[in-house]
């Protein structure tokens, strides 16, 4: 079966995140003049717009920053995920993303809790950052 959802727009700077996924790695810019970590991938540091950014492997381990539980379909193509846990999380390195959570009860859901990264394969291109509890069926 064909992949019927929005992928995600891959810009440029963006390449070496994406490709990871697909290895089941995650990658994360740092800034070599201030350490500083950088996510959304682009071509300079938001703290000191410096453009020397190095990717670097990462655990993509992390907590629930917040959340929310979208019990009606988000857009038409993801009525399949209802009811949808969206979220947004922060790595260890500070960064925080958006992302979805699966393989979790909506009733478990807790600010804080620690979070792994799930790899979901959704094309032979694209692989989709998730993020899921250590040990679920999904982990």
């Not at 996510?39 to 492997?57: A, D, I, K, Q, V």
């Not at 959570?101 to 291109?125: C, Q």
Request: glycine share 4%; charged share 20%.
């Amino acid at each position: 079966m064909e992949f019927e959802k929005p992928l995600p727009l891959q810009s440029p700077a963006a390449i070496p995140f994406w490709k990871a996924l697909q290895e089941e790695t995650v990658l994360l810019q740092q800034c070599d003049e201030c350490s500083h970590w950088v996510f959304y991938p682009r071509n300079h540091c938001p703290r000191n717009l410096g453009n020397s950014l190095t990717w670097r492997e990462v655990s993509g381990e992390g907590v629930l920053y917040s959340y929310t539980v979208a019990r009606q379909p988000t857009a038409p193509h993801f009525a399949d995920e209802v009811p949808q846990l969206l979220a947004i999380v922060e790595l260890k390195e500070g960064v925080r993303m958006t992302s979805t959570i699966v393989g979790v009860d909506p009733n478990d859901l807790k600010v804080g809790m620690p979070l792994v990264p799930y790899f979901d394969h959704v094309t032979d291109d694209v692989t989709l950052l998730r993020f899921t509890v250590r040990n679920s069926k999904r982990s």
